[in-house]
């Protein structure tokens, strides 16, 4: 015990930077859990999605058309943070948002939660991370009427 506080006498700044990392850590940490779980794994995801969850697709049409979760709607973020009560429909649903790297998602989960809705989730890395967990995606190809 002694070497420990001979070595912190030594070394004020070195332990108070390990004590602040310690607080700031703690202090997010609990933060997250009092707003409750805002981003899941994409395995997490697909069992959200299997439970009739509305896939809320954040991303660009031009990314959507690229590849994009089965039965996504795809609602570019600029227009759901203007058109919140449209989403009020889904009260009872889980609500997944989805973007390119899960960093609007996180805006936009905080936004719905903000409106009312409380069982809305972000994809945690975004349509990367779902592709990088070897999940399928599906692509908007145009196809020919058949006569």
């Known amino acids: 015990m002694d070497t420990y506080l001979e070595f912190a006498a030594n070394h004020t700044l070195l332990v108070s930077a390990l004590l602040f990392s310690f607080l700031l850590v703690l202090f997010t940490e609990l933060r997250r859990k009092s707003q409750g779980i805002t981003n899941i794994e994409p395995q997490d995801a697909v069992k959200l999605i299997n439970a009739d969850a509305v896939v809320l697709d954040l991303r660009s049409?031009?990314?959507f058309a690229r590849g994009h979760i089965v039965n996504a709607k795809n609602i570019p973020s600029d227009e759901l943070t203007a058109n919140q009560d449209k989403y009020k429909k889904y009260k009872s649903r889980p609500i997944l948002a989805?973007?390119?790297?899960?960093?609007?998602?996180s805006r936009a989960v905080d936004t719905l939660r903000k409106a009312g809705l409380e069982n809305v989730y972000g994809l945690k890395g975004g349509i990367a991370a779902w592709t990088q967990a070897n999940l399928p995606l599906v692509?908007?190809?145009k196809t020919?009427?058949?006569?």
């Open 98 to 105: 989805v973007c390119d790297a899960g960093v609007a998602s």
């Open 139 to 141: 692509t908007a190809k």
């Open 144 to 147: 020919k009427n058949k006569k």
């Open 61 to 63: 049409s031009e990314a």
